[in-house]
């Protein structure tokens, strides 16, 4: 607004000097004084000064201004600056009004070169009079119009750019989720198995007084072992977790479905008659696969530890392009010996449908059964066709 003020009392002040100096006088104005033409350029540069609150406004005092100007004059400084009145109608106004804007010039063009072709019965005046009308009239409409369309443009430009910002930020935080829910998988899957021992182990050890010292020695030692695995899992994951894009010491330290004897082993130590049956040709599993299946039987044998009777029947069986893992074992009579929120089972799953398998666990004859079947190849993962 201040700018529209400025440039309005600049453009008056400049119309004043030159009828002050008579140069821009109409040809047809004889009077003595030409100081009447002050009020159509005021009414011009009124228009000015509001033409971006009120671009209409600004309009209807130019035309009433360029009209009191014709008729006493013509002036060269009124006509001049009614053009900016047309240019801020067409680019500040109403959208729907650029068009009838374009057409009313245009016409307005032609009908001035035609009459004055008919007035001086000179059709050479009708080239000379159409473009003079054009410079006045279209020229200032037109470039409203392309400056609209290209401010438009910008604008959609800029909208697109903030979706495309909004969809790259809600990916994010998919991603960051995703992340944090595989690392809470991760780490109930690793401490659980070893935390469940331990706790298991110390109430058989608080709840017994007929045990020797011997035999508590021993149990302190599985205890130990059980905790010193533990922290070094952790910490071997805290590590993980640190490096930037540490790919082959990921792959040298991540668990395999191979290693599930020492799973199987480390619930015989926690007092589970636990044994393991393999079938088929072990295949080189992908890494997804790999770490899944390792988890899977992990957590099966930990909710074995915390609801069972103290046995497991742990079976991994390659078959062609799949590997199945199943895990039996009894359920104890009355109450668990440690509680349990169901997150194991809800991981277990999670974990098998990111790779494309099926997950079953259910009560079975005789106990509960855990069952899960995963692809042993790359081809088979999801995604993998892309």
């Not at 991603?175 to 809470?184: F, I, K, L, W």
């Not at 070094?232 to 540490?246: D, F, N, T, V």
């Not at 480390?266 to 390792?294: F, H, K, N, W």
């Amino acid at each position: 607004m201040r700018r529209d003020l400025l440039f309005a009392g600049l453009a008056f002040a400049g119309g004043l000097v030159l009828l002050a100096t008579g140069v821009s006088v109409g040809w047809w104005w004889s009077g003595s004084s030409a100081w009447v033409l002050a009020g159509p350029l005021a009414l011009v540069c009124a228009g000015v000064a509001v033409r971006r609150r009120a671009p209409l406004v600004a309009l209807g005092l130019g035309v009433a201004g360029v009209a009191g100007d014709l008729w006493f004059g013509p002036t060269l400084g009124t006509i001049v600056i009614f053009t900016d009145n047309l240019y801020s109608a067409t680019l500040y106004g109403p959208r729907r009004m650029a068009p009838w804007m374009v057409w009313i010039t245009c016409t307005l063009a032609v009908v001035i070169g035609s009459v004055a072709g008919v007035v001086l019965w000179d059709w050479r005046w009708v080239a000379v009079a159409a473009v003079q009308a054009g410079l006045v009239l279209t020229t200032p409409v037109f470039s409203a119009v392309i400056l609209r369309q290209h401010r438009d443009q910008a604008q959609a430009e800029r909208a697109r750019a903030e979706q495309v910002a909004r969809l790259a930020e809600l990916d994010r935080r998919a991603a960051v989720n995703a992340e944090r829910a595989r690392m809470a998988r991760e780490l109930h899957d690793m401490i659980a198995n070893h935390f469940s021992a331990i706790a298991i182990q110390s109430t058989a050890v608080l709840s017994r007084r007929d045990l020797d010292g011997e035999a508590v020695r021993g149990v302190l030692t599985c205890i130990r072992e059980n905790s010193v695995q533990g922290m070094a899992e952790m910490r071997a994951m805290i590590e993980l977790l640190r490096q930037e894009g540490g790919g082959e010491q990921g792959e040298a330290t991540r668990r395999r479905l191979a290693d599930s004897e020492d799973l199987v082993e480390r619930a015989r130590q926690s007092g589970v008659d636990a044994c393991l049956r393999v079938s088929g040709t072990p295949a080189e599993l992908p890494a997804s696969v790999d770490l899944a299946g390792y988890r899977i039987v992990q957590e099966a044998l930990t909710n074995v530890l915390k609801h069972g009777d103290r046995r497991a029947d742990v079976a991994i069986d390659y078959v062609a392009d799949r590997v199945t893992v199943t895990v039996e074992n009894p359920v104890a009579n009355g109450r668990t010996r440690l509680p349990g929120a169901g997150t194991g089972l809800v991981g277990m799953k999670e974990r098998t449908a990111l790779v494309g398998g099926s997950f079953e666990a259910g009560p079975c004859e005789g106990g509960w059964r855990v069952w899960a079947e995963l692809p042993a190849t790359a081809g088979a993962l999801p995604g993998a066709e892309g």
